[in-house]
């Protein structure tokens, strides 16, 4: 009974053939990425795009277990112009030390919110560069948080004890987090990394590992949006 | 698909003599029951001139190209009649069966050869075990079979072919269910019923006695100078029509699950819960149009999973009832509920369906590394490898491990038992669990930040560890060399392995199947039938009334019957006595029938089921 094959004709053959298409997709309908913005972004986010390109996608098996890599990812970067940025969701949780944590208490700042797993490769590849971002921008009122998923507190805290990660990580274990960013912009693979502006709006999401320098001038242009002294949002 | 309803087509293009009003009344086609009745250049084209070897090959009823263009030949086709020709062949239902045979065949490679969107890994081991084969197999696309050009041709063109085929005949079809009656013959007496009376009413009134008589019994009628037409059984037509429409629709339903539909497939191990999110699935194929903020936002949490097995005689090791606990929420803020998933007892929330496909056991690991510190708790899923005593395979990584990096790769069996110096599992119930490890320290190769399966060790960066295997049971402890670590295996879950579908073309799909079903049968029951008619002074002062009856299939019999009792009411309304017409005749002789010309033979041919397509 371990694997019992599904019937997989005929739809199964469009899914595929539209595979390629659909990895090529950045955003869902109405918030296009910003030609503009990636532009004066210029020599980093092109070389990540050049990088990460439309090859990702996630890569399956019928059943789940026998080979294949056990869960999504991808890879992309999109950038939303302030006109046509959804809203983020107002997530709470748990972080790994067992703290209650909510995004509302970041208005006002720019929050980068990391979805990772300790066990998932191109997590490990982005997080030192993560931190290093963080540390950069943290006195320009820039907050990071991860949401930690699929993954077990033990190894989540060693993680954080490898990669001497210094900001919190909310535990979600049941992807409510994950869930909760639905019809948004929601994390379509593991890692995925969201800019959120000063107004709590999604600015930019990066799936697949985020090196410092996208990251950087992802975030630099979101946090000079408005000065932290001029909004007072800073709370 | 070009049986004999192609003939339809040619009704009312007024190719053919016109009936009872020209000389040749009284014999021959014209004679029949109307214009153009299954007589016509038949496949509705028109002009002759593409007619000739075009229609003789695809439309293979032989009388019909002789009709339609004497002297057409090859020489005459120009760009447009080898168009046509080629349009006809494609949509004929040879070419579609061929295509559909095809389209079978070419998925055989697909189940043969691995597949790179189902086993890139397969791949790579089919590569390095036939280098020489394997790139030409990849330049045929045999790798990827369902996505390469020649597939998608294939049932491209299997698409084109039923959508050309059905499209234009859903036309006629309607043209077919708004047809008037024809005109009555002149000589009622020589269609296969027929009887008459003389009445003491004037023809008009006799006439208009016969309409309301007819159209009470939900005649279509169509009157004239003497004479009155009637046919029935349209609905015979609409339900070839409902064929027909539902035909399409089942292949846009086809379409629509592709495009909107996604499958997924999640592993999932007891005490654990996920939702319906990317992040949370092991393998997400959407539809062309399906976005991650489309998925239906359900949650579910594996309590328990039981399975049972066979314990003794000849089924031994057999499963026998799977059961999972499932609790699950259709929102996030929704009501939780409970359901019990088994094998073929999907969970169906929000339209989306939880199909148990799998399960296993995944072993319980707490590691602690060469500084004291624990890297590493929680349950590992292994694979099965056998069926019989469920011995499963998996690795454990332990990135975060220091001075190095620990990975194991281990060996997992339900009821551990010493075959000839061999430790293999002898039953699939966890009776007597044990857990053999291989430990590796160095470099997982998970920080470079490629993308690794959870279930396969990169051994390139890792060296073994000189520690000699030794089956663990619950409990146990293996304490690694040179201060490395402990692993201790504390426990051991279950896993199941969940297909997640959502098709919105399901539901059309089926409700096309049945009501293109329903069509069918309702034009293999129901007959067209028609009758005539016709009233004329007699010479004593009376007036002479001729009946007609003709049942244009020979579908089914009981026409007769029904003429019968139609012809006696309508004499019994109109005061008659026996006359000129006759006594009601049923069937006719097979003399008779052919001095009277092709009646009813051209009508046999003119209607038929799409049965015969």
């Known amino acids: 009974m371990s694997r019992l094959p599904l019937p997989a004709f005929p739809s199964d053959l469009v899914v595929r053939a539209g595979r390629a298409a659909r990895s090529c997709r950045r955003a869902r309908g109405g918030s296009r990425p910003a030609a503009v913005a990636l532009a004066v972004t210029a020599p ?35 950038v939303y112009e302030t006109g046509s940025r959804s809203v983020a969701p107002v997530v709470s949780g748990t972080t790994l030390t067992g703290q209650h944590l909510s995004l509302a208490s970041y208005r006002g700042a720019v929050v980068v919110l ?48 490898t990669f001497q990660v210094t900001y919190p990580s909310l535990n979600d274990p049941g992807d409510e987090i994950a869930l909760a960013f639905r019809g948004t912009v929601p994390p379509a693979g593991i890692p995925t990394t969201l800019v959120i502006d000063r107004q709590g709006r999604i600015a930019a999401r990066i799936v697949g590992s985020a090196s410092y320098n996208a990251l950087k001038a992802l975030i630099t242009p979101v946090a000079a949006e408005h000065p932290v002294t001029t909004t007072g949002a800073a709370r | 698909m070009t049986g004999p309803l192609a003939g339809e087509g040619g009704r009312g293009t007024g190719l053919v003599p016109a009936d009872g009003t020209g000389p040749a009344d009284g014999t021959g086609p014209a004679d029949g029951t109307g214009p153009a009745d299954g007589t016509g250049p038949a496949d509705g084209t028109g002009t002759p001139a593409d007619a000739g070897p075009a229609s003789g090959a695809v439309f293979a009823d032989g009388a019909r190209p002789i009709l339609a263009a004497p002297g057409a030949g090859t020489a005459r086709l120009g760009l447009t009649g080898w168009l046509r020709w080629g349009w006809r062949q494609l949509t004929s239902m040879r070419t579609a069966l061929i295509l559909l045979f095809l389209l079978a065949v070419a998925s055989v490679p697909g189940s043969v050869l691995p597949q790179e969107g189902v086993d890139p890994s397969a791949v790579s081991q089919y590569y390095a075990a036939h280098p020489s084969l394997a790139p030409l197999l990849n330049r045929l696309s045999l790798f990827s079979v369902f996505a390469a050009p020649w597939f998608a041709a294939i049932y491209l063109l299997l698409f084109v072919s039923l959508a050309g085929c059905v499209l234009p005949r859903t036309f006629r079809l309607v043209g077919a269910a708004r047809q008037q009656p024809p005109r009555a013959p002149r000589r009622l007496a020589r269609l296969p019923m027929s009887a008459g009376f003389v009445t003491s009413l004037a023809p008009g009134e006799a006439l208009a006695s016969a309409s309301r008589l007819l159209g009470a019994r939900r005649f279509r009628l169509r009157a004239g100078d003497g004479w009155i037409s009637a046919e029935k059984g349209y609905l015979r037509e609409v339900g070839n029509l409902l064929f027909h429409i539902a035909l399409l629709a089942l292949l846009a339903s086809v379409g629509l699950g592709g495009i909107f539909g996604y499958k997924a497939n999640r592993l999932l191990v007891t005490g654990q819960s996920f939702a319906n999110t990317p992040t949370a699935l092991d393998v997400f194929r959407p539809g062309r149009l399906v976005s991650p903020s489309d998925l239906q936002p359900f949650s579910v949490a594996l309590q328990s999973f039981s399975a049972t097995y066979v314990s003794s005689g000849p089924q031994l090791d057999e499963p026998q009832t799977f059961n999972a606990a499932l609790r699950y929420s259709a929102a996030p803020n929704a009501p939780t509920r409970s359901y019990d998933l088994r094998v073929n007892h999907p969970l169906t929330v929000d339209s989306v369906s939880v199909y148990l496909i799998g399960h296993g056991y995944a072993p319980e690991f707490k590691v602690t590394d060469g500084h004291g510190n624990v890297v590493f708790s929680g349950p590992v899923p292994f694979i099965p490898v056998e069926q019989a005593g469920l011995t499963s395979e998996g690795v454990v990584k332990v990135p975060d491990a220091t001075p190095s990096q620990l990975g194991f790769a281990g060996v997992f069996l339900p009821t551990a038992a010493d075959l000839n110096g061999r430790l293999v599992s002898e039953f699939p119930a966890a009776r007597n669990p044990r857990v053999s490890l291989i430990s590796y320290a160095g470099n997982l190769g998970l920080n470079t930040g490629e993308s690794q399966s959870v279930y396969q060790l990169d051994l390139s960066g890792l060296h073994r560890l000189a520690v000699a295997p030794r089956p663990l049971a619950v409990g146990q402890s293996m304490t690694l060399p040179n201060g490395a670590g402990t692993i201790t295996f504390t426990g051991y879950r279950q896993w199941v392995s969940l297909a997640i579908t959502y098709d919105p073309g399901q539901l059309p799909a089926l409700i ?56 006696g009411e309508l004499r019994t309304a109109q005061d008659g006595r026996p006359g000129a017409g006759g006594p009601v005749r049923g069937s006719p002789e097979p003399a008779e029938q052919q001095t009277t010309g092709s009646v009813s033979s051209d009508n046999d041919q003119s209607l038929s089921t799409p049965g015969g397509e």
């Not at chain 1, 797993?117 to 009122?141: I, K, T, V, Y």
């Not at chain 2, 002074?537 to 009856?549: E, H, K, L, S, Y």
């Open chain 1, 44 to 78: 980093a986010a092109a070389a990540v795009l050049a990088v990460a390109g439309c090859a990702g996608g996630p890569i399956g098996q019928n059943t789940p277990a026998s080979s294949g890599q056990g869960f999504v990812s991808g890879s992309g970067m999109s």
């Open chain 1, 114 to 161: 990391n979805f990772w797993g300790s066990w998932c490769g191109p997590c490990r590849a982005e997080a030192p560069d993560l931190q290093a971002a963080a540390s950069h921008f943290s006195s320009r009122g820039v907050r990071f948080l991860g949401v930690d998923i699929r993954d077990d507190p033990t190894g989540a805290h060693a993680f954080q004890r």
């Open chain 2, 512 to 567: 096309s199947g049945v009501l293109a079903l329903a069509g069918l049968i309702l034009s293999f029951m129901v007959r067209r039938r028609r009758v005539f008619v016709r009233a004329a002074a007699g010479p004593d002062g009376q007036t002479v009334v001729a009946v007609g009856g003709l049942a244009r299939s020979d579908a089914a019999g009981g026409f007769e019957v029904e003429f019968a009792e139609l012809a």
